[in-house]
């Protein structure tokens, strides 16, 4: 597999060979973009975003610290380059660098990094969702003085990648089952915060290179230390726990047993919602870690918006005379799933509520409310589809 330095190579490579538009490529930027393409993600933690939300860190903002940080190795190595060369490459990621080539072809709608992981987790997941030309869009690629564009007659290309985008989110990262082991895993870590700050039934087992964040001082020095193996090593040691919420989700966690889910609507479903929280509560399930209000979208495509908290970079396409066209004004697939947030939210509860493991028993009527209340939202869900 490819990653985003290769891709952004190739899309360098292509881009110094074209000879249209008004602002020909400037292949002295060649090495920062390759950099920055390298490091732009550097600073994700263990299990990413989830890790962030419990912790309150920031990927984006450590990727920067360990860039211009002089104590990491990636600095040091940078400033071989030149001293500047470290801010150069934080500017790319920062999107301030004066090229906006360079900016988009790290950070935008049609980047190195959104074509790798694409295709990259359309292969290890073994769908085809995530598929698209590469081949004929870095053909179609072209530098012009406001950033990158396509050809016009490489639209149908670009449609390609935007679906292909669309789907993967749909049916593989909002995946309920993938948002169930995400569940299990904040309420995993929430409980283990809890627990190492509590007197009454405090963390049994050593989580050393964890307690600067359980506590909240910690360093980039700290954050460093962390990567899944290390987490994981510690999810180990808490199925051994006195605490019954940090053994048992921590076992839910290990040996995949992620949450189940039900989708429903905010504005109708709330009562039913409520309803089905007391019940959790009602055999024995602490609500607070045992359910989960869950919401995932995404905007498939936009154009841009100057106005909005995060304006994106539109997709320009070139026409025959030099011309520039916004994508969905011209492509009826793109201008039908454009500025349309996509995606549902959810309910998440243990799997015990709904697989007929405990039907029989003193909250036997509970679980058989609860399931003909889910079945309810589940079967209006599907419909409004």
Request: overall charge negative; aromatic content about 12%.
């Amino acid at each position: 597999m490819k990653s985003p330095v290769v891709f952004a190579t190739t899309l360098l490579v292509t881009m110094r060979q074209k000879e249209e538009g008004d602002g020909l490529w400037d292949d002295s930027n060649r090495l920062v973009v390759l950099c920055a393409a390298l490091l732009h993600d550097v600073g994700h933690g263990p299990y990413s975003h989830t890790f962030e939300k419990i912790f309150d860190t920031n990927h984006e903002q450590i990727t920067i610290d360990i860039i211009l940080s002089e104590e990491t190795e990636v600095n040091q190595i940078l400033r071989k380059v030149s001293s500047t060369f470290p801010q150069e490459v934080a500017s790319v990621i920062q999107k301030t660098h004066p090229n906006p080539q360079v900016v988009q072809l790290i950070s935008s709608q049609i980047d190195a990094d959104r074509m790798d992981y694409l295709l990259r987790d359309a292969y290890f997941t073994g769908v085809n969702y995530g598929t698209f030309d590469l081949t004929r869009i870095l053909r179609v690629i072209r530098p012009y003085k406001g950033g990158i564009a396509f050809t016009y007659s490489g639209m149908h290309a670009v449609e390609d990648y935007i679906v292909s985008r669309y789907q993967m989110y749909m049916q593989v990262y909002f995946h309920p089952v993938s948002r169930g082991m995400e569940v299990v895993l904040n309420h995993l870590l929430k409980r283990a915060a809890a627990c190492y700050n509590s007197e009454s039934n405090p963390l049994r087992h050593s989580a050393t290179f964890l307690k600067p964040f359980f506590e909240g001082t910690w360093t980039l020095e700290d954050y460093l230390r962390l990567d899944d193996g290390v987490l994981n090593t510690y999810f180990s040691h808490w199925l051994l726990e006195e605490d019954a919420i940090l053994s048992d989700l921590s076992d839910r966690f290990i040996n995949r047993r992620p949450f189940k889910s039900v989708p429903f609507n905010r504005t109708n479903d709330g009562a039913q919602i409520e309803r089905m929280k007391q019940i959790v509560e009602e055999v024995g399930f602490d609500p607070e870690y045992y359910t989960a209000i869950n919401n995932s979208f995404d905007l498939p495509y936009d154009f841009y918006r100057p106005d909005s908290i995060k304006p994106r970079t539109q997709i320009e396409l070139v026409e025959r005379n030099g011309n520039m066209v916004e994508l969905s004004q011209v492509s009826s697939i793109v201008d039908a799933i454009s500025g349309k947030v996509r995606g549902d939210e959810r309910l998440y509860f243990p799997r015990e509520m709904v697989s007929g493991e405990m039907q029989n028993g003193l909250f036997m009527d509970d679980y058989a409310e609860f399931q003909n209340i889910a079945a309810q939202l589940d079967v209006f869900s599907n419909q409004m589809k």
